[in-house]
């Protein structure tokens, strides 16, 4: 298979010039008909697979994120080296790396899910050891002094007291592999980068569907910022008396 | 099977580095141009900015804004209203470095100790004295890290910029176009790109270490 791209069967229709409103055939920046009428063919099904791959991504890498930081908070000789890992694996572009798992996993949705949650492992590792850290002696003190076992002081001590500096992070992994999951749609059809490369290898790109799916893009970013802000100001009641 | 594409792709480097150089250079170009004028803007606002302790919500703003925007759209918005040309990535570049710069280079002013900055006051330095001879110097660890960070992602992200279908739009070009270069050329254009931000992240932590060590208090 020399070819790598996937052929965009069943995928976005793209108008005929000429034929749509006028709307669409001076190829303005926003045609609401086309929005009215590709909801349900094209944007909403996008959408709901960026969703979903967004939550399999960060909930993957908060699992992995949360052992290898358990390991690093325990074992601190290793945390240099997790770090370190950590930052390598950042700093590789997606591009790159998408192409290169192409030729291992194929052309599935897991070619893009691998590097998204090795993506998502730099900034959840860091917050979570630092979170963790950030826990002041005395307090710790305090609780061995109060009768606490480690186990103990570990989930009602410190891991309440990591959470914002946890869930910080969460809300940045979340908002990174909403914006970096449409790069993947370059190899795979799938999520709301879909539409975006279509409207792009239109001759003249399709201003429209550019527009409302890269628009669908930053509007979920910001809604599940949005939502885990919520989230976080709800786990960590005690932080609104100050 | 994989890892004679690997083997393949390995020796499609050595068979096609002129290729290779040139749109690795390409790619360069387009970066570094983008950040150079992305710093050009957003270290003056940041470095003020953090000066004043003004503009907090400005700063973190931006920078996760930033990080909301799917790139591959703002390259399209640009191509679709400016036309395809290199000025035309460079600037969605600059768009896209800015955050960073500007983000860091707030945070590395505002959070120099404000006893030295009131010692600098009192010894009668000019508020610019006091920017450019005791904050920026001070800061400078803290602000190479965000050049680091906009570094690598406008590298990254000029890649993308070939693929949008720019003319001398480098390695990305190659990752285009498979029907062309193979599935080889394709892997070894996404080595060269890995090569070339690990590269870049490399150097200026190298730079950034050095800041931070002459910075640091002599015992």
Known sequence: ?242 | MVTSLFINALQFIPDNISLLLQKALETAELAFTALGIAIVIALPIGLWLGHKHRGLTLALGVSSFGRALPTIALIGVFIAWLGVGFWNVTAALVVLGIPPVLTNSYAAVDGVDRDVVEAARGMGLTERQIVTGVELPLGLPLLIAGIRNAAVFVVATATIAGIAGVEHGGLGQIMANSVTYGQDGVLAAAFVVAAMALLTNFALGLAQHAASRRMAPRA
């Open chain 1, 1 to 242: 298979m020399s070819d790598l791209r996937v052929a965009s069967g069943g995928g976005p229709v793209i108008p005929k010039f000429g034929q749509g409103t006028a709307c669409l055939r001076h190829n303005h920046w926003f045609c609401p008909s086309w929005v009215h009428e590709h909801w349900g063919d094209t944007l909403q099904p996008a959408l709901i697979q960026h969703i979903k791959l967004t939550i399999v991504v960060v909930g993957v890498g908060f699992v992995i994120a949360f052992l290898l930081a358990l390991i690093g908070f325990r074992y601190r000789r290793l945390h240099p080296v997790l770090g370190a890992g950590s930052d390598v694996l950042y700093t590789l572009p997606s591009l790159a790396l998408f192409a290169i798992l192409v030729s291992i996993t194929g052309l599935e949705v897991i070619t893009i899910a691998i590097p998204l949650v090795l993506y998502t492992l730099f900034v959840l590792y860091r917050n979570i050891v630092e979170g963790l850290r950030s826990v002041p002696a005395e307090v710790l003190e305090s609780a061995r002094g109060m009768g606490l076992t480690r186990r103990q002081t570990f989930t009602q001590v410190e891991l309440p007291l990591a959470t914002p500096a946890i869930m910080a992070g969460v809300r940045i992994a979340t908002v990174s592999t909403i914006s970096i999951a449409t790069i993947g749609a370059f190899f795979i059809n799938y999520g709301l980068g879909s539409p975006i490369f279509n409207a792009i290898e239109e001759p003249d790109i399709f201003r429209t569907e550019l527009v409302a799916a890269g628009g669908l893009a930053i509007l979920l970013a910001l809604a599940a910022d949005g939502l885990l802000a919520l989230l976080q100001r709800s786990l960590t009641p005690w932080s609104r008396l100050r």
